[in-house]
């Protein structure tokens, strides 16, 4: 069966290659919402905790470089770790969502990193590709991730 892939944005989120999608692959889409006062009542309430046990030494770094936009961003961070399991159909599956991780480049681009189980499960399921895009703005911070998965043999 051949597909088509329509062309409604001009790349969407940035670098998706769906080549693989003729060939049997599939493109899954995950998007969550985050409201940021949510966020920063959990921040206050519980502290180092909560923020050691959802994010990396890294994303915390990148949020605490800014003050007045940490919570911004740590809630869009986490907004692309519900996203990622969403998209990747690991949403029932308990996993350390520090095992997500939302890696900022000089550019200002962001990417995903998986690490542990996380990573394994998407390598078992034929993962070749995750793209991600975030933003914030007013109350909200969102992201929409995507997977490309390359058919298995």
Known sequence: MQV?????????PVDV???SLGQGGTL???????HIPRMAESLHEF???FERR???????????????????????R?????????ALGLAHIGLNLK???VVRAETGA?????????QALASDSGVSQLSVSLSHDGDHASAVVAVVRCRQN
């Open 28 to 34: 899954s889409v995950g998007i969550d919402v985050v």
């Open 54 to 76: 959802l994010f990396t030494d890294a994303e915390l770094a990148y949020a605490r470089a800014s003050p007045s936009a940490s919570t911004e961003r740590l809630a869009a």
């Open 17 to 19: 290659d769906v080549r």
């Open 78 to 86: 986490f907004a692309a770790k519900e996203a990622a399991l969403k």
């Open 47 to 49: 502290g180092e905790r």
């Open 4 to 12: 088509t892939v329509p062309r409604v944005l001009p790349i969407f």
């Open 99 to 101: 095992e997500i991780e």
């Open 110 to 118: 962001c990417t995903l990193r998986l690490h542990g189980r996380a």
